[in-house]
């Protein structure tokens, strides 16, 4: 790798209050997590009002992260953890999962099942509703509470999408590709 | 790290979003891990019309944000009270309410109360000189210009003069008198209450003198006509009780309401407060 310090020396230094290793830090990480957040909710100003939280939380807390896995990682869990705080203040704005209702090109299907074999083909068959539950409780590690808030209905309902999806990849998977 | 990274496609389908929902999770899991998919993605963001986010202003705002400084614990109690925000700034920024100043005017009390809880006659005396005096030197102190040179400037705002002066007023009695009734609970007696009145009459006199002269002026001037009539008293008979007489408690009460007033009448001037130079 290059000379650039790596995130956690970054960190160290933010919690020196180092204003130029947090610009960096943001600089090095705003992007993409705005683009993954905002796979999450389409109002792009919840969007950034998330980003903001989150950098400003890790300005607070640099010493929040306890060194255990990727700091892109925790960044993430405080990012879509401000998210959804963000959505419960403000209500009315549905969180959209906009790529659940796009559907693959044929091609693309046909790459998706060689690269993600069974598993690809059972999450496309899921309905919108269902899939943006695995995606937020299983692929994001919400809680179904957590969830509730992101996508806005019941935690109710998340219990049972997430039952019934489960039970939905596991009959797909078990009886094979069709 | 395993090798694989995203390839162009598949990074170009993610930022616009048409990637399935397998395809999208595995390259999120993907650039948790991946430093170099990560810039990827930033740069292909900054190009790809669709992250309409503007990321240097949303810096802007986290830079403002964490700038702030911390309101002071006096500004928290004050909005825990119920002021809104920016009157609690207001009320807050007054030289008064810095520790510096408060820790002199409670070395003060402290000392007037352990002078008349062990100085018998003439602790009581000196107790009864100080304690009175002390609110209405905080208070002058809460608004005079020269203590607080922002305050001229936010005397001609909109914003009424009369709330602010009255706001800060309270605030800093609200701090000032719990800390002398404190201190007076050392001293013997009925003496220990008989500073209120009096208090609240300096109280009223200088915010009513304030509309011609600078607050600290007329709070010294009042504070040594008070010291005066005390040492004149203490030389005569050596007793504190015309002070504690209903009749002279009655006195400090019209004084008061008199004063206050005035205070009323004249609260156009306090645009143009005086400074002490």
């Known amino acids: 790798m290059d000379s650039r310090p790596d995130d956690e020396t970054l960190l160290l230094a933010v919690a020196e209050r180092d204003m130029g290793a947090f610009r960096t830090l943001y600089e090095r990480h705003a992007g993409w997590l705005a683009i993954r957040l905002a796979r999450r909710c389409n109002d792009r100003d919840l969007v950034a009002d998330a980003i903001q939280d989150t950098f400003v939380a890790v300005w607070q807390k640099p010493r929040g992260f306890r060194g255990d896995g990727d700091i892109a990682a925790w960044l993430w869990g405080i990012a879509i953890r401000r998210l959804v705080s963000r959505l419960r203040t403000r209500s009315g704005v549905a969180a959209v999962f906009e790529n659940a209702g796009v559907a693959p090109a044929a091609e693309d299907q046909v790459l998706l099942s060689v690269e993600y074999g069974d598993i690809g083909q059972a999450l496309a068959r899921l309905s919108p509703e269902m899939r943006a539950v695995i995606q937020a409780v299983v692929l994001d590690g919400l809680s179904a509470k957590e969830a509730a808030h992101l996508l806005q209905v019941p935690v109710s309902s998340v219990k049972t999408r997430l039952y019934r999806a489960r039970a939905h990849l596991r009959a797909a998977l078990a009886e094979g590709p069709s | 790290m395993t090798g694989w990274h995203l390839d162009d496609d598949m990074l170009r389908r993610y930022v616009e979003r048409t990637d399935s929902l397998a395809e999208g999770a595995s390259a999120e899991q993907h650039l948790l891990a991946c430093e170099p998919c990560r810039a990827r993605v930033n740069a292909a963001a900054s190009v790809i ?53 408060l820790a002199g005017v409670a070395a003060v009390l402290a000392f007037a109360a352990l002078a008349a809880a062990f100085g018998h006659a003439r602790g009581v005396w000196v107790f009864l000189a100080v304690a009175p005096i002390v609110p209405c030197l905080v208070v002058a102190a809460g608004y005079d210009p020269w203590m ?77 006509a008070w010291l005066a009539v005390v040492s004149l008293l203490a030389a005569r008979s050596g007793s504190a009780d015309a002070v504690l007489q209903a009749r002279a408690q009655a006195g400090f009460l019209a004084l008061a309401a008199a004063s206050f007033a005035i205070f009323l009448v004249r609260r156009r001037r306090l645009r143009q407060l005086r400074t002490w130079r």
Do not use: C, K, N, Q
Request: proline share 9%; aromatic share 8%.
């Open chain 2, 49 to 101: 019309e669709l992250s309409v986010i503007d990321l240097a202003a949303v810096w802007g705002h986290t830079r403002d944000a964490i700038e702030v400084p911390r309101p002071s614990v006096f500004e928290r109690l004050l909005r825990g009270a119920g002021l809104p925000a920016p009157e609690a700034r207001l009320v807050a920024v007054a030289s008064a309410f810095r520790g510096v100043w």
């Open chain 2, 148 to 224: 607080d040179p922002a305050l001229e400037p936010e005397l001609v705002t909109p914003y009424p003069a009369l709330r602010l002066i009255l706001l800060r007023t309270i605030a800093v009695l609200a701090l000032a008198l719990p800390a002398v009734l404190l201190f007076g609970l050392l001293v013997p007696g009925e003496t220990a209450f008989a500073w209120l009145l009096p208090a609240v009459g300096f109280v009223a006199v200088v915010l009513a003198a304030s509309t011609w002269v600078s607050p600290l002026r007329a709070a010294i001037a009042v504070s040594s």
